[in-house]
């Protein structure tokens, strides 16, 4: 291999010259304007918001403005919650409640609250839960729940929800996270007399997406 000598004050070969020459082992330096880098790949600028997606920002903040604008909008995009009659309420800072109302379309054959209501508003509480805190700008989707069905529900049905992640520091944060929230779903007492009863508890995990990302993904897939 022919050796390459540098005399007196001669400037010493550059990168350039040594990337050229046969047989050279220097990968290309990204400064040097190579068009192969990974850094000088196109990037997916997010398209402007539609009218659609503004549309759909107005009527996601209104179903969480409060329960009457919540019954509505499940009335015409999530029956199951409307005919239950769940309702939200905050307890504290941190802490949530959903009320499942002791009606008819929520009991089994023998006057119990049926397992596939207390089962399916467990969803329906918590990801009204997430996506009240995280807002318009974010898809909440449940990746996994597990339910212990401790003793029958002959009443009034209260899903007392807790996070343990800080939701609202992972929202600012602009990415995606996974969320888990742990509940204790109560009988709510008929009479002064009783005392509430733990009928069940639950843990749900919610994947929360900004719907930007959503759509730098579809840009991606037709590039």
Known sequence: MQKIGVKGNQNPLSIDSMNTSEGSSIPPDSSLGNPLHPSQSKRVVPPKPTWVDKVEAFISRLSTRDNFWHSICSFIWLPLAFFSGIRTRKIDTDTYAAYLPFRR??????????????????????????????????????KNLNYTFLRPCLGPAVYRMKARENIRELAQSGKEFNCV????????PLNTKDRERRVGKCEVTFHVTPKVHHKIKALRKKM
């Open 181 to 188: 929230l742990d509940m204790e779903v109560m009988q709510q």
């Open 105 to 142: 379309f929520n009991r089994n054959w023998y006057r119990a609250m049926a397992g596939g209501a207390l089962l399916g508003n467990a969803e329906i509480a918590g990801g009204m839960y997430v996506f009240g805190i995280c807002g318009s700008d974010y898809t909440v989707v449940c």
